[in-house]
């Protein structure tokens, strides 16, 4: 139940007790004063989301929506409302009690609720109107503002995130908006939404699975329909502001599940269409698209708090934001979801699997090439200090086993020759271990020994030079890529579907403690990344799997560690995503995914 409390004498004519109650507030009080307001307050059960709204407000519903019920932040502001959810009652109740004067009393309260620490979120109205007019001149003049603005329209134009890539900015956003506001009339949600882009993309890997023409064309256009649904769905939690921890589970891993999916249906369909074994480049498309996101995540982690933060790269690159053309081409030039789904889908209907996966590695491999390039640059030029924060959560991406563990405790104390030691040690380890799993004899395992000594050497001091943000990426890329050579140079038919679960499995894990780690409620548990023996723990027991057994019995031993890997992490994913204490995070960024 919700309860707004109106502060001040009631205004004739008013639509804000018919607004309040429209958006779920059944119980409206009334208050005198702020500190008649502060007494109300008290007595108000807890449990429940209150809001104080200053009773001259004028302003359009959409706005007391964005205020006042957005389920994602603890307390809310706008002009002349404030609100809290039961966890800032405490906050809220202090803020009205040190309040004294009535006019503008929802911004003092907001200012008290900043100074208690809480975190305030201030949604932003665009041409959406929220003032407190004191006069009825003032009244009548912003009433014709209110008047003037098409408020269904507006809204509708808010769900569209700003920064979307070019193919779902002019070729989705434009009519899917009007599928999630249909949607939301008819009392869908957008995790239902979620749920049916999934099972279209599991159908259209399906018919890619047949292996004939029709069943190629048919996936295509399925896939699109698919991404029509995934944009909807976020439009449809912005429109409705449905947001739950459910829904932020499901956005979160669905994007890459259906990807994913997608790929092994084309590998199949290969198969099944001339016995074409495109199982190698499957996987490789998938371990390339889920180090370009590791590499995304790990950078953004890195710097997004950080102090100083500012290059000559990143004055450039907003500089070009001001040349409209460049903005769009720099936004396909990294192949983000829209326009990457595109291109499978047109080259499904009309090429074969193969030509897909040659042009999605060679496209995606491009665009990592131009986004970790500036990233680089930027890292090289910038003068930041990293926080405390950043740090710990490149340790937590690191995804670091007992094995190297031990290591880094042993090797803590050695002194660092370079900045970029980190980065430098992890790259030539990956690259010793990766190389060696071409190699016969005993070198394979000589490398992933040699892997796990330099993984610990990596870790073994707080990851906050310039580059060490690549360190996670580098691990993945070690990991992954072991595993593909391992599985592509064994003779067994099933070597590589099994590596391909096996990476899945691996990677769900990957994207599960970054999602973790943006709602601001840390990495998974450690008693995880111990149980699932960290990348290095994974990688030497892949190499000594292949060392020890035959062909069958490694392709064996790899379905086996997928399946026992993603009960492990999947129960644990899920036991936390339906918790009470897992955030409700929803990318807002429009980044390229």
Not at 204 to 220: D, H, K, M
Not at 487 to 492: K, Y
Not at 518 to 539: K, M, N
Request: charged residues 15%; aromatic residues 8%; proline residues 5%.
């Amino acid at each position: 139940m919700r309860t707004a409390i109106v502060i001040g004498p009631p205004v004739p004519g008013s639509p804000l007790d018919g607004d309040l109650r429209a958006l779920g507030f059944d119980d409206i009080q009334t208050a005198a004063d702020i500190a008649d307001a502060a007494t109300v307050l008290a007595f108000i059960p807890e449990g429940r989301r209150i809001a104080l709204v200053d009773s001259h407000f004028v302003g359009h519903r959409h706005s007391l929506r964005l205020g006042l019920t957005d389920p994602r932040w603890p307390a809310a502001a706008i002009e002349g409302a404030v609100t809290a959810q039961p966890e800032a009652r405490a906050a809220l109740s202090r803020a009205a009690m040190r309040s004294q004067s009535i006019e503008g009393v929802a911004d003092q309260l907001a200012t008290q609720l900043e100074a208690d620490g809480l975190a305030l979120a201030r949604p932003e109205l665009g041409v959406l109107v929220a003032a407190t007019p004191q006069d009825l001149t003032e009244r009548a003049k912003t009433e014709d503002s209110v008047a003037a603005v098409n408020e269904e329209k507006a809204r509708l134009n808010s769900v569209v995130k700003a920064r979307d890539g070019f193919f779902t900015t002019f070729f989705i956003s434009p009519y899917s908006k009007y599928i999630a506001r249909w949607c939301a009339r008819r009392g869908f949600t957008p995790n239902q939404v979620t749920t049916a882009s999934l099972l279209t993309a599991v159908i259209a890997a399906g018919l890619a699975a047949t292996g004939t023409r029709p069943g190629f064309v048919a996936a295509g256009v399925l896939l699109l329909f698919s991404f029509v649904l995934d944009c909807t769905d976020g439009q449809l939690a912005r429109y409705s502001l449905q947001y739950s921890t459910m829904g932020a589970w499901l956005d979160a891993t669905f994007d890459r599940a259906k990807e994913y999916a997608y790929y092994a249906g084309l590998a199949i369909g290969a198969a099944n269409a001339n016995n074409d074994d495109v199982w190698a480049l499957a996987l490789g498309a998938m371990i390339l698209q889920t180090v370009r996101h590791v590499v995304d995540f790990s950078f953004n982690e890195a710097n997004h708090d950080a102090q100083g933060n500012t290059s000559p790269t990143a004055a450039l690159s907003s500089k070009l934001d001001s040349v409209g053309w460049t903005v769009w081409l720099r936004r396909m030039i990294v192949l983000p979801i829209g326009e990457r789904w595109a291109m499978i889908a047109v080259l499904t209907a009309l090429t074969t699997p193969r030509i897909v996966f040659y042009a999605l590695l060679i496209g995606c491999a491009l665009a990592a090439c131009y986004t970790t390039a500036g990233r680089v640059l930027r890292s090289l030029t910038r003068k930041a200090e990293r926080t405390e924060r950043a740090t710990q959560a490149l340790a937590s991406l690191a995804d670091t086993g007992p094995l190297a563990e031990g290591v880094a405790a042993a090797t803590s104390r050695i002194k660092a020759f370079s900045p970029f030691q980190a980065p430098a040690v992890a790259a030539l380890g990956g690259a010793l271990v990766v190389g060696a799993a071409f190699l016969d004899g005993p070198w394979p395992l000589i490398g992933a020994l040699v892997y796990v000594l330099t993984s610990g050497l990596a870790v073994a001091r707080p990851l906050a030079g310039p580059l060490d943000w690549l360190v996670p990426p580098l691990f993945r890329a070690a990991e992954y890529g072991t595993i593909l050579v391992l599985a592509a140079r064994s003779d067994a038919s099933g070597a590589l579907p099994a590596a391909f679960g096996l990476v899945g499995a691996v990677a769900y894990h990957h994207y599960d403690t970054v999602y973790r780690i943006r709602g601001g409620t840390g990495a998974p548990p450690h008693w995880l990344v111990r149980a699932i023996g960290g990348h290095d723990g994974r990688t030497l027991l892949v190499v000594v799997a292949a060392a020890l057994l035959n062909d069958s019995g490694f392709t064996i031993a790899l379905t086996a560690l997928a399946v026992a890997l993603a009960l492990v992490v999947l129960v644990e994913s899920i036991r936390f995503w339906v918790s009470s204490g897992a955030p409700a995070v929803h990318d807002e960024s429009g980044e390229p995914a």
